[in-house]
Nanobody, 120 residues
């Protein structure tokens, strides 16, 4: 599975961005999908995930109430809607795919990152 993330950019604090991650395979619908991020000087951290089947979602505490994840299986795409952005959300965001059917997922495929910068 090849993953292509897009949609990053520069936004002011309090603003919104939507990231997209397009997958190359028709079997996309059988993969759980997740987003991770890595800020400068920090380790990569989990942000949010969505199951392959019933659209169950899982969130890091830091983004609850602000970020949502959704998927469009017809388009082989998963979305990350980010609202009420904060400067601490600044990071490179990565999408990932997992063949696991139960959370927590082990991610097998990773996309290239897309930079999100939130100015104060």
């Amino acid at each position: 599975v090849q993953l292509q993330a897009s949609g990053g950019g520069l936004v002011q604090a309090g603003g919104s961005l939507r990231l997209s991650c397009a997958a190359s395979r028709r079997t996309f619908r059988s993969y759980a999908m997740g987003w991770f991020r890595q800020a400068p000087g920090k380790e990569r951290e989990f942000v949010i995930a969505i199951s392959w089947s019933d659209d169950s979602t899982y969130y890091a505490d830091s983004v609850k109430g602000r970020f949502t994840i959704s998927r469009d299986n017809a388009k082989n795409t998963v979305y990350l809607q980010m609202n009420s952005l904060k400067p601490e959300d600044t990071a490179v965001y990565y999408c990932a795919a997992s063949p696991d059917h139960y959370y927590p997922y082990e991610y097998r495929y990773w996309g290239q990152g897309t930079q999100v910068t939130v100015s104060s």
